[in-house]
């Protein structure tokens, strides 16, 4: 399991369920009494979960710096376990789901198992299918240079990060039925005025630290001097990007789409 620090979680799923939540449809969220979301990072589902829904919120995550972030934003109750071991007895629960969770996982198979076991009704995920990500930039060499990273990324993660539409055999290998899916696409749009994240995030490509953050998966794949090559090619884009905020032309858009898998425990 990967570790991502709180900035990371705030950074890459800000606004997502804003524009709309017709995706978790299948959820049937106003009709749960007790929910967990599994691996919920700083509770950004959490909240979600808890504004929909008149039944209690839990939040789960083997991380607990990221639980304290997630306690202190969404005021929930917390417990620190693992996804594939859920602390709970049999049925605790009536809703079982986690978001960007299964991608992170070895084997994502346990985890939907363990949620079967302590649900008496829905298991749910929202997974990110990484290998259908749009980009479109005023920085021409962004668009190219972030699908190479992506690709590279991909092949060193060893985990399967664009489960796409393998999560419904999944759900349906452990026993689950009625599987329903619905896709959701997280915008991500950058243009003036730009705030603080877009501006720390336009630095940390022109000091490379964000490439860098994923450096041991490219370097799976990547030799050397292809990965210097692609540090120096990433910084330079990464200026160009700076250079065109200060003069307030640079606008970005990001669209990730999200595949939300829903299943009943059999009776």
């Not at 070895?106 to 649900?119: G, L, Q, V, Y």
């Not at 999560?167 to 705030?195: A, M, N, Q």
């Not at 090559?229 to 990007?241: K, Q």
């Amino acid at each position: 399991m990967r570790k991502f620090s709180p900035e990371y979680l705030r950074r890459t799923r800000e606004g997502m369920w804003d524009d709309s939540r017709d995706a978790l449809q299948d959820l049937s969220l106003p009709d749960r009494s007790r929910v967990l979301d599994v691996g919920c990072g700083t509770g950004e589902l959490s909240r979600v979960l808890d504004a929909e829904t008149p039944g209690e919120v839990i939040c789960l995550d083997a991380d607990p710096e990221l639980l304290r972030v997630a306690r202190e934003a969404a005021d929930l109750p917390t417990v620190v376990g693992d996804a594939t071991r859920l602390p709970f007895p049999d049925d605790t629960f009536d809703l079982v789901v986690c978001q960007a969770l299964l991608v992170n996982l070895p084997r994502p198979t346990d985890a939907i198992e363990s949620f079967t076991r302590a649900s008496s009704d829905l298991v749910a995920a929202v997974e990110p299918d990484n290998a259908a990500v749009g980009v479109d930039s005023t920085v021409s060499a962004e668009v190219a240079l972030e699908r190479s990273v992506r690709e590279s990324y991909m092949a060193g993660v060893q985990t399967d990060v664009a489960l796409g539409d393998r999560l419904p055999d999944i759900f349906e290998s452990v026993g689950l039925c009625d599987v329903r899916t619905r896709r959701y696409f997280h915008r991500k749009l950058i243009e003036p005025p730009y705030d603080d994240a877009a501006l720390e995030d336009a630095a940390r490509k022109a000091n490379g630290t964000g490439l860098a953050a994923h450096e041991t998966e490219l370097r799976r794949t990547l030799s050397d001097d292809e990965y210097d090559a692609l540090r120096r090619d990433w910084r330079e884009m990464g200026r160009t990007v700076v250079e065109q905020m200060q003069d307030e032309r640079y606008r970005r858009a990001e669209v990730v789409p999200f595949d939300v898998v829903v299943g009943r425990v059999p009776e």
